[in-house]
């Protein structure tokens, strides 16, 4: 399974090169290093962003791969690289494409533990810490119902369970394919300040600025397919869940870094 990229759509606008390094150039080398050692399988983690603004939503795999930024690009170009090694080679895989992951292990035993996360959910939490002094909302005059941009989050287990659902059916079957990770409806960034609000009971900050580059303004996904070929049932499609977790982790976080001595 490879999981490994730099994952943030604004960099990516702005350090077109670092992403094409990372993701591709070092992707190609893992490829590689595959086939000199005979490895046949792999899982990879492909994302929505590949999809760049979908006409028609929920958004299935057939969809046009339109990507509006380097780092869905980057993505793009892997899928076509294994696509054609799975062409001439005896090599299978499954591209899974995630769309927002979030949310912590539902027992609170590990979570997101890096400073400048910039997922909305995780900076929000961290926004109601105190961590940061507002939370910035990117766009309030997208084509969706409130104005923000619309996402479907999906709980972290729930795409772990993917995983092994997909590692059981590439093992098994020896197929190649490629399956959306999603609910298949979505929230705005607003629904989510909300909901951040009433799960931590604070208040806190927000301001209204301008887009980002390379933000699609709705991305829901069409997870027919994995739930049909993988058997895959989604356990926590519920974002106050979602969100508890986070911030449960997040107070586990906290405490454990006040608790250590210096030098830990
Ligand atoms: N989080 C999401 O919502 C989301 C959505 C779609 C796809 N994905 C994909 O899922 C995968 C995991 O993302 P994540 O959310 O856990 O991000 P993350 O940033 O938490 O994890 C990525 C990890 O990869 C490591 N890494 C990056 N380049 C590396 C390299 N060259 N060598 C070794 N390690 C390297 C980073 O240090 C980091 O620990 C990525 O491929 C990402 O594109 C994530």
């Not at 972290?156 to 590439?170: N, Q, R, T």
């Not at 979505?186 to 301001?207: L, M, N, Q």
């Amino acid at each position: 399974m490879h999981f490994a990229a730099s994952i943030q759509v604004g960099e990516s606008v702005q350090e077109p090169l670092k992403y094409y390094i990372n993701n591709v150039s070092n992707t190609l080398n893992l490829l590689s290093a595959m086939e000199k050692n005979e490895v046949k399988n792999l899982i990879y983690s492909s994302t929505a962003a590949v999809y760049g603004m979908p006409e028609t939503m929920p958004v299935a795999e057939s969809a046009p791969l339109e990507p509006i930024n380097p780092y869905g690009a980057s993505k793009v170009m892997i899928e076509k690289v294994l696509a054609d090694i799975a062409a001439v080679r005896d090599f299978k895989y499954v591209a899974l494409r995630y769309f927002n992951v979030a949310g912590a292990d539902s027992q609170v035993r590990i979570g997101q533990a890096y400073r400048d996360a910039t997922h909305l959910i995780t900076r929000a939490l961290k926004t109601a810490h105190g961590e940061f002094a507002k939370l910035f909302v990117y766009g309030t005059d997208y084509p969706t119902p409130d104005g923000t941009c619309i996402r479907d989050y999906i709980h972290v287990d729930d795409i772990a369970d993917a995983h092994i659902k997909a590692l059981g059916y590439l093992l098994d079957t020896q197929k190649t394919n490629i399956m959306n990770c999603g609910y298949g409806h979505g929230f705005s960034v607003r629904e989510v300040i909300a909901t951040a609000r009433k799960v931590t009971g604070i208040d806190f900050p927000v301001e209204e600025t301008d887009r980002r580059a390379g933000d699609s303004p709705r991305l829901v996904a069409d997870s027919t397919k994995l739930r049909q070929i993988t058997g895959w049932q989604p356990r926590y499609d519920d974002l106050e869940f979602i969100i508890k977790t986070a911030w449960d982790w997040e107070l586990k976080l906290r405490q454990t870094l006040k608790n250590r001595t210096p030098g830990q």
